[in-house]
């Protein structure tokens, strides 16, 4: 593949930032790759894992002459960045970000960046519970969705380019408007994280009461809630306060049919429950023949049953 950008800067040095960078060199997708994260013990990391070309002591530097500037850090630090390298930010030079909440983002970032420079938000939807220099794997974005969520105005060629980009790295892309990409992540991933910290949180008290039961017999289903419930905590309280709205609205309706299934329970109502469960197990079928999982019993994990 050719190169897209001579120059990319990797503001954050974790998950989505170094897995970018192996996606990157793997597909032969850009020049040289700068990077900075906040402390000195991730960029020491960084340096002695080869993440990145070049690892630098400020962002300031990081992103002297980046042709790309992407902004790998939490949703709730996204301006703050941006505030600092805005001025020395290359003239024709695109920003991007991977955050995965986008209103709060371009409110956030888009003021601060001077006239001349492109802002092309995007959000990889692709990611483990695990966090830090060391969790990135060049493969994390094959065959995943990146969305790119371009602001009013944006420049067609800096978007299609960010796409390329990301197409390179191995994803698919869909351009989708803020406001609507924030209220479809609140129900594919926003929720369910606080759903999967909910139930966590409750097996931990009852944990009080049965000893090490909860731990023993985990893979009943628990064991799936807790890979949810172990993603960074600053990440997705971050995600929670910049997606409010949305968030909240989709776990009333959450809350409303708990109770609908809860007054099924108790009033014996077998069909409501098959009824329901059937409308869930198509959902199921439907993201395995989209290939965003695998068909495999357990996820494919081997030896285990549940
Ligand atoms: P991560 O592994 O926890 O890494 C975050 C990085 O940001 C670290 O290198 C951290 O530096 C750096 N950082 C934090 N505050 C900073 C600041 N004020 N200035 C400079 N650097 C700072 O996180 P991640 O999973 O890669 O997530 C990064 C972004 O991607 C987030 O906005 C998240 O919403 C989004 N995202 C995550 C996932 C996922 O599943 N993880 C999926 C899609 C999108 P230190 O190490 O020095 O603290």
Not at 31 to 48: I, P
Not at 88 to 95: D, F, I, M, S
Not at 172 to 188: G, I, K, M, N, S
Request: glycine share 10%.
């Amino acid at each position: 593949m050719s190169v897209v950008y001579e120059k990319v800067a990797l503001i954050g040095l974790g998950l989505i930032a170094s897995s970018m960078y192996w996606a990157m060199k793997r597909d032969g997708l850009a020049g040289e790759v700068t990077g900075y994260a906040r402390s000195a013990e991730t960029r020491d990391t960084a340096r002695e894992i080869g993440l990145c070309d070049r690892v630098c002591d400020t962002a300031v530097e990081a992103v002297q002459d980046a042709d790309l500037v992407v902004l790998c850090v939490p949703v709730g630090v996204m301006g703050d960045v941006a505030a600092e390298i805005a001025p020395h930010l290359k003239p024709g030079a695109t920003v991007s970000d991977v955050g995965s909440v986008k209103g709060a983002v371009i409110e956030a970032v888009a003021p601060h960046l001077p006239d001349g420079v492109h802002f092309v938000p995007s959000h990889p939807m692709a990611g483990t519970e695990h966090s830090g220099p060391r969790s990135g794997f060049a493969e994390l974005y094959d065959g995943k969705y990146c969305l790119i969520v371009p602001v009013p105005g944006s420049d067609r060629d800096a978007v299609d380019r960010l796409k390329a980009l990301w197409n390179g790295m191995g994803a698919f892309t869909d351009e989708l408007e803020a406001e609507h990409h924030d209220r479809v992540c609140a129900v594919t991933s926003h929720a369910p994280h606080l759903i999967a910290y909910t139930m966590v949180g409750v097996a931990d008290d009852l944990r009080r009461v049965t000893d090490s039961e909860v731990i023993k017999y985990s893979a009943a289903g628990f064991r799936d809630f807790t890979r949810i419930a172990a993603s960074d905590p600053t990440m997705w309280r971050d995600v929670f306060l910049s997606n409010k709205d949305a968030t909240l609205e989709i776990l009333g309706r959450f809350t409303e049919e708990l109770f609908a299934l809860q007054r099924a329970i108790r009033q014996g109502d077998g069909d409501h429950l098959h009824d329901y469960f059937t409308r869930t197990r198509a959902i199921r079928r439907g993201i395995i023949e989209a290939g965003q999982d695998t068909d495999a019993p357990d996820f494919g994990r081997s030896g285990s049953k549940s």
